[in-house]
């Protein structure tokens, strides 16, 4: 298996700008889950999917952010204007049963808005 | 809050000695996991324990798990220089369909 899929790797972008973030999960996965990891507040669960339905998203911080998952092999998360304190690495996991079994993770995009 | 606190924060010890990091959770849980993070990389799944059971191993690997206490325990044995890296508790918690993850151990094991 190939893991779940991340892109891009780093991203450097201006405050206002529309980012995109990408995640190919692993094929027979059925759960994909957004993650936001920053120094101040670890790691922060953003928005779950499940069956490609976003199941929770209490955790879209606000209405900048938003996220897509059109088919089981394919998910955004877009965060349109960018702030500076929107700066942090975002990851991608899947499983085959949300949190009843193993997460595995991609390798992460770290944002940086100036 | 974070659902699971991991403590200590830091460790620093030798190679050759064993680690063990703690990890306390509010709510009661389906399951408890632990995750190993290296520096610019992903979250690495360790060892999934449930909430009916008490002690699991995986190699170097012992985690152990008190529902009474809202606690588990994560030991490294004989640590080795690639070890270092930081360590994440995850809970289950019943009645919620994802994973709360604490802020972590951060390991550093010296030659």
């Known amino acids: 298996d190939a893991g779940v899929i991340q892109s891009p790797r780093h991203e450097v972008t201006e405050m206002g700008q529309e980012v995109t973030l990408r995640c190919k999960p692993i094929?027979?996965?059925?759960?994909l889950f957004w993650y936001r990891q920053t120094m101040m507040r670890g790691l922060e669960l953003l928005i779950y999917?499940?069956?490609?339905?976003?199941?929770?998203d209490s955790g879209m911080p606000e209405d900048r952010f938003s996220a897509k998952m059109p088919n089981a092999s394919f998910s955004t998360l877009k965060i349109q204007p960018s702030e500076p304190r929107d700066s942090a690495v975002y990851f991608c996991?899947?499983?085959?049963?949300?949190?009843?079994?193993?997460?595995?993770f991609g390798s992460g995009t770290q944002l940086s808005v100036l | 809050s974070q659902q699971g606190e991991e403590d200590p924060q830091a460790l620093s010890i030798q190679e050759g000695e064993n680690a063990t990091m703690n990890c306390s959770y509010k709510?009661?849980?389906?399951?408890l996991q632990w995750y190993r993070q290296n520096s610019g990389r992903g979250l690495v799944h360790l060892i999934l324990?449930?909430?009916?059971?008490r002690e699991k191993h995986s190699g170097r690997l012992r985690v152990t798990l008190d529902t009474s206490k809202k606690s588990s325990s994560l030991l490294i044995t004989a640590s080795r220089a690639a070890d270092t890296a930081s360590y994440f508790c995850?809970?289950?918690?019943?009645?919620?369909?994802?994973?709360?993850f604490g802020k972590g151990t951060m390991l550093l094991v010296s030659p």
């Open positions: 324990i449930r909430s009916n059971e």
């Open positions: 999917f499940n069956n490609n339905v976003p199941i929770d």
């Open positions: 094929s027979g996965h059925n759960s």
């Open positions: 996991a899947s499983s085959r049963q949300g949190g009843q079994e193993k997460l595995f």
């Open positions: 709510t009661s849980i389906n399951n």
């Open positions: 995850a809970t289950f918690p019943r009645g919620y369909s994802t994973l709360t």
